[in-house]
């Protein structure tokens, strides 16, 4: 067996199926093991133990402060500011386009 292989082998954690949908990954164990979904926050630098390894889990949670999510991504304040900014702003611009 090559050395690649055996990396990718541990038999001591039950194979999963990367998850298709959000009600598929809801009962996958935390942190989530699956670092190559585009919502995994495994990632980020210097993240707490704490926080969430998924990004719909930090949705799922609710309402919460720019300087929270900030302190779970590991950027300013200012920098969520802006990407919340943009998000609004292509919404808008999405909603007048089905609205035409």
């Known amino acids: 067996m090559s050395p690649a292989v055996e990396l990718f082998e541990r038999p ?58 900030a302190d779970v991504l590991g950027v300013s304040p200012e920098r969520v500011r802006q990407v919340q900014q943009r998000a609004l702003r292509r919404f808008a611009e999405a909603a007048a386009d089905v609205l035409r």
Request: proline share 14%; hydrophobic share 30%.
């Open 12 to 69: 001591h954690l039950p194979v999963l199926e990367q998850p298709r949908r959000r009600g598929d990954c809801r009962n996958v164990p935390r942190p989530c093991p699956f670092s190559r979904c585009r919502f995994s926050l495994l990632s980020e630098a210097k993240r707490p133990p704490s926080a969430p390894s998924c990004s719909l889990d930090l949705a799922d949670a609710g309402a919460t402060t720019v300087e929270a999510v």
